[in-house]
């Protein structure tokens, strides 16, 4: 049976409520939140959290600590880009600036460790190994606060200032 038209002109109830589901699906598919505010999640820092995961988790796993200095190397650009992120976001924390400084000092020591190492011609050498270990370990720690920044609701809406 055809729906009658109204003296409105519509097919009666069953358009208004197929509106009304359409309207609540477009609601539901671009969000209601204030836009002005940084999108959920942070995709951008997402996918910079993910490649700094990915680099790390590639890591130094049978390498020599000369050869893994050098693969620690290339986490630096990586980090900076999360920090460059955070600062665009206003997400700065104490805990994320713990672990970025504690980042610093371990590449400082690994630095100095691999200038050491490479004096003395020994890829092995022992106090290199320690500073790599520990530096991977701040990568670890700075990799725990930033998705832990990541995943945490924006202050209020997303614009008042730190």
């Known amino acids: 049976m055809a729906a009658r038209p109204t003296a ?17 699906l477009v609601a539901l598919a671009t ?9 959920w999640g942070y995709p951008e ?6 490649s700094l995961s990915r680099a790390l988790a590639e890591g130094c796993a049978g390498q020599t ?8 190397e290339r986490l630096d650009a990586l980090a ?21 400084n504690e980042v610093r000092r371990t590449r400082q020591l690994r630095l100095a460790a691999a200038v050491q190492a490479r004096a003395r011609r020994d890829p092995h050498h ?17 990799l725990a606060a930033l998705s832990r920044i990541r995943t945490a609701p924006p202050p209020a809406d997303g614009t008042d200032p730190v």
């Open 8 to 24: 409105r002109g519509s097919a009666g109830p069953g358009r208004a409520r197929a509106v009304a589901c359409a309207a609540v």
């Open 31 to 39: 969000g209601c939140r204030n836009d002005a505010a940084p999108a």
């Open 45 to 50: 820092l997402g996918a910079t959290v993910r």
């Open 65 to 72: 600590p000369a050869r893994c200095s050098e693969h620690l």
């Open 80 to 100: 900076e880009r999360a920090f460059a992120e955070v600062l665009d976001h206003r997400l700065l924390d104490d805990a994320y600036v713990t672990a970025a």
């Open 126 to 142: 022992p106090p290199l190994a320690r500073a790599v270990a520990a530096e991977e370990l701040a990568y670890r720690h700075l």
